[in-house]
Structures are given as C-alpha cells and as structure tokens.
C-alpha cells in the first residue's frame, strides 16, 4: 500500500507564497496523474491542478497563473507551488496519485491565507 504524506503547509499573509510537497512510500511506474485538491471550509472538496507522466498540467480557474504544479518522479514527490495567496485559497491541500489500477491520497496539510 503506497501512503502520501503531504507537507509545507501553514499560515501566510494575502499576496504570500508556499510551497506544498508530496511525497510516496514508493516508485509507482507507468502512466500515471498527480493532482492537489483543496478543502475549504463548508465547500466541497475541489480540484486545483493536476499533472500527467508526460508532464502536462491542467488548472482550476481561480488558481491560474498563481499556482504550478511539478513533478520529481526520481523522489517520488509532486509539488504546488503557489504564490500571490489570496484568503479564498485558505483549506485543507491533499494530493492524490491515480494509476490504471489504483487511487491513493494523501491526509492533508493545511494552508491558512490571513492578515
């Protein structure tokens, strides 16, 4: 069983950056998609970004051009990079890592934007 664990979560001011990583107990091969997913408070969990194997990354509008997400397959980690923090960026990230056959995540690092 492949367990994420999800750091570099914290409490930033508005227009600050963080860096979130994730990193696997274990090398997943093949084809597969890393993705960040958010939690805020009395919403529904929402998809922020995601990345294939081949490196190709996709967005949800509130985070576009604010937010990069990257891979580093050789540690087994994925990264969101996110920068001009707004306070409506403020819940809880998870990763999670999807083959053909299985669906992992992770247990969450919070993140905080407040004055």
């Known amino acids: 069983q492949v367990q994420l664990v999800e750091s570099g979560g914290g409490s930033v001011q508005p227009g600050g950056s963080l860096r979130l990583s994730c990193v696997a107990s274990?090398?997943?091969?093949?084809?597969?998609?890393k993705y960040w997913y958010r939690r805020a408070p009395g919403k529904e969990r929402e998809l922020v970004a995601q990345i294939t194997t081949n490196g190709v990354t996709n967005y949800v509008d509130s985070v576009k051009g604010r937010f990069t997400i990257s891979r580093e397959d050789a540690k087994n980690m994925v990264y969101l990079q996110m920068n001009s923090l707004k306070p409506e960026d403020t819940a809880v990230y998870y990763c999670?890592?999807?083959?053909?056959?299985?669906?992992?995540w992770g247990q969450g690092t919070q993140v905080t934007v407040s004055s």
């Open positions: 999670r890592l999807r083959t053909w056959s299985d669906d992992y």
């Open positions: 274990a090398t997943i091969y093949g084809t597969n998609i």
